[in-house]
């Protein structure tokens, strides 16, 4: 495979627009465990003071992942609410189909999920095979401690704390 460049880049509010853009196709292929509906004008709704979060809180953001300088997909991350959890959320991580099953995606969750002194907290639908699959492998291959936690908050979700190595 030839050598590509991947990065993953933090964006400003002025990429609101393209991140909801890019955000439908996500909602498009997890519809079916999330059980929603297009609305009446052909798109999936969107919570735009959620949204908007991204760029005013500081522990959130919303990054685009390019591929060669093309657009691939996006991470968003979040502070956790939950009680009792001191760590950042890899909220929504989506690749586009094109640039799928190389190692990317992979590669990126590694990444962050092994930056900073942050504690990380992973979750997905236990009925979405594709992201089991793709956690397990990531979470099976990192360098931190990983562990499931059980969480009240929605009993579909399967949840994950990655907590910072231990020093020594």
């Known amino acids: 495979m030839p050598e590509v460049t991947v990065e ?3 964006t400003g509010p002025e990429a609101a627009e393209l991140i909801r853009n890019l955000y439908q196709y996500y909602a498009y292929e997890s519809s079916d465990w999330e059980q ?3 609305e009446a004008d052909g798109r999936f709704y969107i919570h735009d003071e959620h949204l908007a979060r991204y760029w005013q809180d500081p522990q959130w953001s919303a990054n685009l992942l390019l591929v060669d300088g093309y657009i691939a997909g996006f991470l968003l991350i979040e502070g956790s609410e939950l009680p009792d959890i001191d760590a950042l959320e890899l909220a929504d991580l989506f690749i586009l189909k094109r640039y799928r099953r ?5 590669a990126i969750a590694s990444q ?7 504690n990380w907290l992973v979750r997905f639908y236990d009925q979405d095979e594709v992201s089991q699959a793709f956690w397990r492998t990531v979470l099976d291959n990192l360098p931190r ?3 499931t936690i059980e969480l009240e908050d929605d009993p579909q979700l399967v949840s994950y704390l990655i907590t910072r190595a231990a020093l020594h």
């Open 112 to 118: 962050v999920l092994c930056s900073g002194q942050a």
């Open 145 to 147: 401690p990983v562990q």
């Open 36 to 38: 929603e509906d297009v």
């Open 8 to 10: 993953l880049i933090q």
């Open 102 to 106: 190389k190692g990317i995606g992979r």
